[in-house]
Nanobody, 122 residues
Framework: QVQLVESGGGLVQAGGSLRLSCAAS????????MGWYRQAPGKQRELVAQ???????KYADSVKGRFTISRDNAKNTVYLQMNSLKPEDTGGYFC????????????????WGQGTQVTVSS
């Protein structure tokens, strides 16, 4: 099993910054992609940013130029630096990781964190 633990959410005024962290632990052989998704009330969960083990990055158009995703492979941790926050960035932010479990037959995994709330006031 793989566990993801997020931290760093909170309440911030528009224009402010927050940094989210997500640490993966458990029976991990390797991690491919790590990413952040968000879900606003009444809306579907959407991709915010993703980074692969090879360093390929993609962002949602709405956050380009404001958010930066990074990753520490040695710590199995992914970060999301969020600057110039807007009220529309408000929502639950969920970490996701996929890769290979250690153990017999090396099964694949696709894990989610419990989420951390980001609220941006106007």
């Amino acid at each position: 099993q793989v566990q993801l633990v997020e931290s760093g959410g909170g309440l911030v005024q528009a224009g402010g910054s927050l940094r989210l962290s997500c640490a993966a632990s458990g029976s991990i052989f390797s991690i491919n992609a790590m990413g952040w998704y968000r879900q606003a009330p009444g809306k579907q969960r959407e991709l915010v940013a993703q980074i692969t083990s090879g360093g390929t990055i993609k962002y949602a158009d709405s956050v380009k130029g404001r958010f930066t995703i990074s990753r520490d492979n040695a710590k199995n941790t992914v970060y999301l630096q969020m600057n110039s926050l807007k009220p529309e960035d408000t929502g639950g932010y969920f970490c996701n990781a996929d890769g290979v479990n250690s153990g017999r037959y090396y099964p694949l995994f696709d894990a989610w964190g419990q989420g951390t709330q980001v609220t941006v006031s106007s």
